[in-house]
């Protein structure tokens, strides 16, 4: 059974940095780990992708480019998305995912599984 959850998320001012944690339990040892945000009336999109036995990273998202990087504990089943120099438009709420297929994508829809968001929100 897979399971994922996220903590990590809260207040923020603009400049300053957050880590972000994903706990998961049942992704097998060659699955995927991505991260996605989204804010109201958008689409949920996303940031950065982690596979799980080689820690090679994928980032989709120009925007936050040289600011967030994905990473994981290995041995303890959590991936970070580490936020530095963070912006108001970093506001949303952020979503761990994973597949059954063993690549990583930008692309929701090609996630299963989802955990259920923790809210990050970014005053200037």
């Known amino acids: 059974q897979v399971q994922l959850r996220e903590s990590g998320g809260g207040l923020v001012r603009a400049g300053g940095s957050l880590r972000l944690s994903c706990a998961f339990s049942g992704v097998p040892v060659d699955g995927v780990i991505a991260w996605f945000r989204q804010v109201p009336g958008k689409e949920r999109e996303g940031v950065s992708c982690?596979?799980?036995?080689?820690?090679?990273?994928?980032n989709y998202l120009d925007s936050v480019k040289g600011r967030f990087t994905i990473s994981r504990e290995r041995f303890q089943n959590i991936v970070y998305l580490q936020m530095n120099s963070v912006k108001p438009e970093d506001t949303a709420v952020y979503y761990c995912?994973?597949?059954?297929?063993?690549?990583?994508?930008?692309?929701?829809?090609?996630?299963?599984?989802w955990g259920q968001g923790t809210q990050v929100t970014v005053s200037s």
């Open positions: 995912a994973t597949t059954r297929k063993y690549y990583c994508s930008g692309l929701a829809y090609e996630y299963d599984f």
């Open positions: 982690i596979t799980k036995y080689d820690g090679d990273t994928y």
